[in-house]
């Protein structure tokens, strides 16, 4: 009987490629182009008559063929920039009685947008990434930011043009701000997506433990004996939070690791070779610690060239009632109190709450007041004292000069006891003796 493959004539063969994909591109064993469809030519803006014979990686932005054909091993449904979108790919090497003799690839899908809404399952499958007994998964992605304003829509195009390099990038910005998702957007939309996220919070970890933590140990034959986290990282990226808090003596080694892509564990006294992109968090500028002596700046001008200034909440109020909804409906459909709704009034007594814990703050709220609220609108009653409180910011009504002076003054002793409940804290920050700032607590019902 005849084979089907000896009934399939060149032609036909061709033809079945040509629309099988949408995208289909094949290599030889040296990486360079045996076969392009005319479609994927049509988007490169280039021919196949100036494409076959050339490597891969001059014709296909960010091509990964070359590892495969290296390594043997597949991708599937791998992210892959170019061309200022990500689509997702498959990569497989071709074997020839056991050896590789190239590989081929084709498209799957032309938008990471298509892909989020057709594949939940390759969503999931792209999450699961391994990263060693302390690391963490990857949980937020570009989609997941909220907001449309100008402010978070720049941050998202900057994002979408730098994730693909490895250039290291600081994200600035208050405490609850969100930091660590934009860091995790990063990573997921880079090429080093399928590789660890390792997060490191400089601030939590003792000083004295922080170089063990981050460069692991080694024995007297070399050999590891705690691995770090920079090892962890290998291959993907590491994310330093409250990188203010890091000493002197951490930050020289740092930058070693930024500058000459080397570590030394402790015990060690070879340079071990690491590929790691650094993604660093800080709270408060790092400009003015650097000014104080706090940090090297020699690093500063390392780590600062990329740069997104995370803004606070009430700097971006047009994303408010987004971002409200959003915390709200969450929170209804995991607590299953579906009927429930905010009040109008609820809604603006929280829109002119100044939100010094920013959306992480917003986020606690809600869900408190979802948990508090027996019947099924929420009332500004459900909401803390706090938060209760009128803007901080005199809107012209019929108030007083006193009256708009005694709300301002309830708002920012509001504001400072939600950043600093210890009261004898608080009362050293606003400059007011104990006594001073009990009657004023007693004053305001706090």
């Not at 493959?5 to 629309?19: A, K, P």
């Not at 497989?92 to 050896?99: A, K, L, Q, T």
Request: glycine share 6%; hydrophobic share 35%.
């Amino acid at each position: 009987m005849t084979s089907v493959t000896d009934r399939l004539t060149e032609s036909v063969l061709l033809e079945i490629l040509e629309n099988a994909f949408q995208w289909f591109v094949v290599v030889d064993k040296e990486s360079n182009i045996l076969y392009i469809n005319e479609e994927y030519c049509k988007f490169l803006e280039t021919t196949r008559e100036e494409a076959i014979g050339k490597p891969v990686n001059e014709v296909i932005e960010n091509s990964r063929m070359h590892e495969v054909v290296e390594t043997g091993e597949e991708h599937v449904a791998s992210p892959h920039f170019i061309k200022g979108n990500y689509m997702l790919a498959n990569r497989v090497p071709v074997r020839v009685d056991g050896e590789i003799v190239g590989a081929f690839g084709s498209v799957i899908f032309r938008d990471m947008n298509d892909w989020h809404n057709l594949s939940s399952q390759v969503r999931t499958t792209m999450e699961k990434i391994k990263i060693g007994q302390t690391a963490e998964k990857t949980t937020f992605q570009l989609q997941d930011i909220l907001g449309s304003s100008d402010s978070i829509r720049s941050i998202k195009e900057t994002i979408q043009m730098i994730a693909p390099s490895d250039l290291p990038v600081l994200i600035q910005g208050e405490s609850g701000t969100g930091k660590e998702m934009f860091a995790q957007s990063i990573h997921y939309l880079s090429n080093r997506s399928e590789k660890p996220f390792v997060k490191v919070n400089c601030a939590a970890i003792p000083a004295e433990f922080l170089e063990l933590e981050l460069f692991g140990s080694v024995g007297s034959t070399e050999q590891i004996q705690r691995k770090g986290r920079i090892h962890q990282a290998e291959g993907g990226t590491l994310f330093l939070d409250d990188l203010g808090d890091m000493p002197l003596s951490m930050q020289v080694k740092l930058l070693r690791v930024l500058q000459e892509g080397t570590i030394e564990p402790i015990g060690s006294h070879n340079a071990n070779k690491v590929n790691i992109r650094i993604i660093a968090a800080v709270n408060q500028p790092l400009k003015n610690l650097m000014e104080s002596g706090k940090f090297r700046e020699d690093l500063y001008y390392r780590i600062h060239a990329v740069t997104l200034q995370i803004p606070p909440l009430r700097q971006r109020m047009d994303d408010f009632e987004e971002i409200t909804n959003h915390f709200f409906h969450e929170t209804i459909a995991t607590v299953g109190k579906r009927n429930l709704s905010i009040a109008p009034e609820t809604m603006q007594t929280l829109k002119e709450y100044s939100w010094p814990g920013n959306v992480r703050e917003l986020q606690n709220v809600i869900q408190a007041a979802v948990y508090l609220t027996n019947g099924d609108v929420i009332e500004p009653s459900v909401l803390p004292q706090g938060v209760r409180a009128k803007s901080r910011y005199y809107t012209g009504n019929t108030q007083t000069l006193q009256q708009a002076i005694e709300q301002l003054e309830g708002n920012i002793i509001a504001e400072t006891l939600q950043m600093y409940p210890n009261k004898r804290e608080a009362a050293k920050v606003l400059g007011l003796s104990r006594s001073t700032f009990y009657e004023k607590m007693k004053k305001y019902e706090f």
